[in-house]
């Protein structure tokens, strides 16, 4: 796993953004379904409450909970459906972006597999 917590700052050029190979990071793994994921981590503060990178996971369904920190994506490739715990499902495609805030809950339906440019922030300050 690649990070870089200097002060520089961590260029990911276009043609990047879908050539990086992501290394092999913990499946996802919920109630008897475990989907793979990959997570390329650009870039991590000094206290580890900020990180960039991108990751992607393969087809399939599962819960996401935004307890511990906010995170805001953008979809490079793949398609996923996003159905809130306590609203209307909405789809996230190629060239869209979406911010989960800290305290976000609902499951992510992911229909062709997605690679993300995320975000992620456990500070709220």
């Known amino acids: 796993m690649t990070a870089t917590t200097t002060v520089t700052a961590s260029r990911i050029g276009k043609d990047e953004l879908t050539s990086i190979i992501a290394p092999d990071a913990s499946p ?11 997570d390329y981590r650009s870039w991590i503060n000094a206290d580890g409450s900020i990180e960039t990178g991108i990751w992607e996971c ?15 994506i953008y979809i490079i490739q793949g398609e996923m459906v996003c159905t809130p715990d ?20 609902g499951t992510w339906e992911v229909k062709r597999p997605i690679r993300k440019l995320y975000a992620v922030w456990t500070n709220e300050s």
């Not at 393969?58 to 805001?72: K, N, V």
């Not at 306590?86 to 809950?105: H, I, K, Q, V, Y």
Request: glycine share 14%; net charge negative; charged share 25%.
């Open 28 to 38: 996802i793994s919920q109630d008897g379904v475990s989907i793979p994921a990959r």
């Open 58 to 72: 393969d087809a399939g369904t599962f819960r996401s909970r935004f307890e511990q920190y906010g995170e805001m």
């Open 86 to 105: 306590d609203g209307e499902a909405f789809t996230l495609a190629e060239g869209d972006s979406c911010t989960f805030p800290r305290g976000w809950s």
